[in-house]
């Protein structure tokens, strides 16, 4: 964890938190939610306003996701739009995040000024118990609080300015007066102040949930279709004719969703050759067979994978993802197109990456980095989670090999090298 930590491709995103009236507000959240006030006087913070420290300071890493549903946040400045979701049950957790903030952004900056917004990001469930509680998710709603009541006291002055412009005679009412100067003290001119969030009501879209070993969720407008492992409670008992289920480790079946939803871009020359993708899915695929035959005492280089790939070829031939790949680089020079039912399902998705032009590509990255546990650079890129869970197997000298190519290639340009492979 400390490689990790080290070169920043876990926590290395985050703000920092130290100003003490930013602590001391933080502090008033966790009051808010029932939790312990934090010793510390120092800690960094993702885009919900989870804390690592916090979490093992607190000794639960769910502390703002208890249950793993109704996630909870803490905004202490608007800038918190920039960074990542760290910590999360559900993919789309940080897009719901980045629709608040974008449709809110006046109320939250004028909000945070003066004080801390927290509160939950609410849907019509409170536990998961099946994956028919996930279907039954269709909308969240944000409900927002503030330490000092500046929402409630907010909506209290809207209404006694509105009864002092309707009703004629009650500019006389001393109380009325009294009460509309105690709200403004702690308001402000709310006329040029916009302090209530206009939009806590978003779409639950498409999403990944790590409940019940993951569980991906893709809507259409006909059809919803679960990918899941079998195992899950709930797979295949609810609402089959508007629901398909398909067995995550059914990879043709998966496939064929993914092509004829257009959410896949296949083997074609006008991506491949332009990405290099394939090229380095090759080379890492390579790393992955050398690495789990024999790895080296020091560390994974040229010279020793290329040693270890002319003394092995027929571990390479039986593998057949090698071969795979450098057959289609051929074929596609002249910008054809690979006729994807000859090729054995295991192999289709070495081939692949998401329709960059479908609004589900991320999520579809995700998928496909779950078939791909050689491909370790789209693992991290578009599930966090699995490289995690991934990287605590591994031996030292992979950690070393992996941790080092995403720092040297990657985080330098994040996005330019997304743009690059992936787009």
């Not at 939950?120 to 927002?144: G, M, P």
């Not at 402000?188 to 569980?215: A, C, K, M, S, Y």
């Amino acid at each position: 964890m400390h490689r990790l930590i080290d070169n920043e491709l876990i926590f290395g995103t985050l703000m920092s938190v130290s100003e003490p009236h930013l602590v001391a507000r933080y502090n008033q959240a966790l009051a808010g939610f029932g939790l312990s006030a934090t010793k510390r006087d120092e800690f960094t913070i993702d885009m919900t306003g989870f804390s690592p420290q916090i979490a093992e300071e607190l000794g639960d890493p769910q502390y703002l996701d208890p249950a793993g549903i109704n996630r909870r946040f803490i905004i202490l400045t608007p800038d918190q739009a920039e960074l990542p979701v760290v910590h999360t049950q559900f993919s789309n957790t940080e897009d719901l995040m980045a629709a608040f903030f974008e449709h809110n952004r006046r109320a939250l900056h004028a909000l945070t000024i003066k004080d801390v917004v927290y509160g939950e990001i609410e849907d019509s469930i409170f536990q998961a118990h099946d994956i028919e509680d996930l279907l039954a998710i269709e909308q969240v709603e944000f409900k927002v609080s503030t330490v000092t009541d500046l929402l409630g006291r907010t909506g209290e002055l809207k209404t006694l300015i509105e009864r002092l412009t309707k009703e004629p005679d009650a500019w006389r009412e001393d109380a009325l007066l009294e009460r509309m100067v105690e709200c403004a003290k702690v308001t402000g001119d709310i006329r040029t102040n916009e302090l209530v969030p206009d939009q806590v009501l978003f779409r639950h879209n498409t999403f990944w949930t790590g409940h019940f070993g993951g569980v991906y969720v893709f809507i259409d407008e006909t059809a919803t279709t679960v990918i899941a492992d079998p195992a899950a409670p709930g797979f295949r008992r609810s609402r089959p004719w508007q629901v398909a289920y398909i067995d995550i480790g059914d990879k043709g079946a998966v496939y064929r969703f993914l092509a004829q939803t257009g959410r896949i871009d296949p083997p074609r020359g006008s991506w491949i050759e332009r990405t290099g993708l394939l090229e380095l899915r090759a080379k890492r695929a390579a790393t992955w067979l050398a690495m789990r035959d024999r790895p080296p005492e020091e560390k994974i280089d040229e010279r020793w994978l290329k040693s270890w790939i002319g003394a092995n070829s027929r571990a390479i031939e039986d593998d057949g993802t090698i071969p795979l790949i450098n057959w289609v680089n051929r074929q596609v020079t002249n910008w054809s197109s690979i006729d994807m039912n000859e090729i054995h399902p295991d192999h289709r998705f070495a081939l692949c990456r998401a329709n960059p032009e479908h609004a589900d590509h991320y999520l579809v990255n995700r998928l496909i980095s779950e078939y791909l546990p050689f491909d370790h650079m789209t693992r991290y890129i578009y599930h966090k989670q699995g490289f995690y869970r991934d990287y605590e197997n591994w031996p030292e000298v992979y950690r070393d090999h992996v941790v080092g190519d995403i720092a040297r290639h990657y985080m330098s340009d994040r996005r330019g090298y997304r743009q690059q492979l992936y787009h």
